[in-house]
T-cell receptor, first 114, second 113 residues
Framework: EAGVTQSPTHLIKTRGQQATLRCSPISGHTSVYWYQQALGLGLQFLLWYDEGEERNRGNFPPRFSGRQFPNYSSELNVNALELEDSALYLC?????????????FGPGTRLTVL | GESVGLHLPTLSVQEGDNSIINCAYSNSASDYFIWYKQESGKGPQFIIDIRSNMDKRQGQRVTVLLNKTVKHLSLQIAATQPGDSAVYFCAEKIGGGSYIPTFGRGTSLIVHP
């Protein structure tokens, strides 16, 4: 069974540009979570999508947005990039929205803002 | 032993030793806890979980202990191997909360052959 996949692996942008990151969940999983992991820090929750709807949002500005497609894949968009947006962006999926559903993580997209 | 560096707390052990990684959580309403392992260049990987109605849970070579009185969680790894070298995160979920786990800062485990 294929795991969670993310693309691209690395992304280099300049300040003010826009970035789009993509995530494909494990087949059959309907929930997708996005996290930001800055160097040396824990995971900071960004967004949660389930069945195509945004279920929850972390404490990030509106220039962080995303969506979930009918096939449950998801994309994260970051507008007006700032230097401090440089981080590893992780996507995770779960089979549903159960409280104890295990999150399965992808390898991440390393975003560098110059 | 365990030390706090400039970035992540680090635990250095010899291969074959038992490792204990500690985590303090903040919310007494947290009722579900998860340990993840993150190897360099990879996403976090689920290790083991425990609900607040339990004090101990065992997996393969790993044991999680929960002390609700002092809001403390620990992960014990038996016979630590070089492949165990990674950053370990604890995460908590708050009962009646948002279903989103709150992750700790992580501990770097270094296993010396």
């Amino acid at each position: 069974e294929a795991g969670v996949t993310q693309s691209p692996t690395h992304l280099i942008k300049t300040r003010g540009q826009q970035a789009t990151l993509r995530c494909s969940p494990i087949s059959g999983h309907t929930s997708v979570y996005w996290y930001q992991q800055a160097l040396g820090l824990g995971l900071q929750f960004l967004l949660w999508y389930d069945e195509g709807e945004e279920r929850n949002r972390g404490n990030f500005p509106p220039r962080f947005s995303g969506r979930q497609f009918p096939n449950y894949s998801s994309e994260l968009n970051v507008n007006a990039l700032e230097l401090e947006d440089s981080a590893l962006y992780l996507c995770a999926s779960t089979p549903g929205s159960g409280y104890t559903d295990t999150q399965y993580f992808g390898p991440g997209t390393r975003l560098t803002v110059l | 032993g365990e030390s706090v560096g400039l970035h992540l707390p680090t635990l250095s052990v010899q291969e074959g030793d038992n490792s204990i990684i500690n985590c303090a959580y903040s919310n007494s309403a947290s009722d579900y806890f998860i340990w993840y392992k993150q190897e360099s260049g990879k996403g976090p990987q689920f290790i083991i979980d425990i609900r607040s109605n339990m004090d101990k849970r065992q997996g393969q070579r790993v044991t999680v202990l929960l002390n609700k009185t002092v809001k403390h969680l620990s992960l014990q790894i038996a016979a630590t191997q070089p492949g165990d070298s990674a950053v370990y995160f604890c995460a908590e979920k708050i009962g009646g909360g948002s279903y989103i786990p709150t992750f700790g800062r992580g501990t770097s485990l270094i296993v010396h052959p």
